[in-house]
Nanobody, 122 residues
């Protein structure tokens, strides 16, 4: 398994931007597909974005397409989520996850970070 630590969350006004980072331990980071998920209070965890092992193919939830960008740097064992034009409905805890295949499903990711909180004020 790989250990994941997210950072970069915070409070931002609607229309603003944040960049989340996820640092992974271990030497096998490039073997994992990576994903970002989020969970708002009282709601189920939902898919936000994912990226394949090489970083060449990203996937996005319809709700964030055109506003969020996922990327990775295998040399730095890191994956990022650039979030632009943030909306109050983006408020949630954001989680980084690692899995063996690129997927939009939580059950396909076996390693999870602790999460970082994002709050978007109106």
């Amino acid at each position: 398994q790989v250990q994941l630590v997210e950072s970069g969350g915070g409070l931002v006004q609607a229309g603003g931007s944040l960049r989340l980072s996820c640092a992974a331990s271990g030497r096998t980071f490039s073997l994992y597909a990576m994903g970002w998920f989020r969970q708002a209070p009282g709601k189920e965890r939902e898919f936000v974005a994912a990226i394949n092992r090489s970083g060449s193919v990203p996937y996005y939830a319809d709700s964030v397409k055109g506003r969020f960008t996922i990327s990775r740097d295998n040399a730095k064992n890191s994956v990022y989520l650039q979030m632009n034009t943030l909306k109050p409905e983006d408020t949630a805890d954001y989680y980084c996850a690692a899995g063996w295949a690129t997927s939009t499903r939580t059950q396909d990711f076996g390693s999870w970070g602790q999460g970082t909180q994002v709050t978007v004020s109106s």
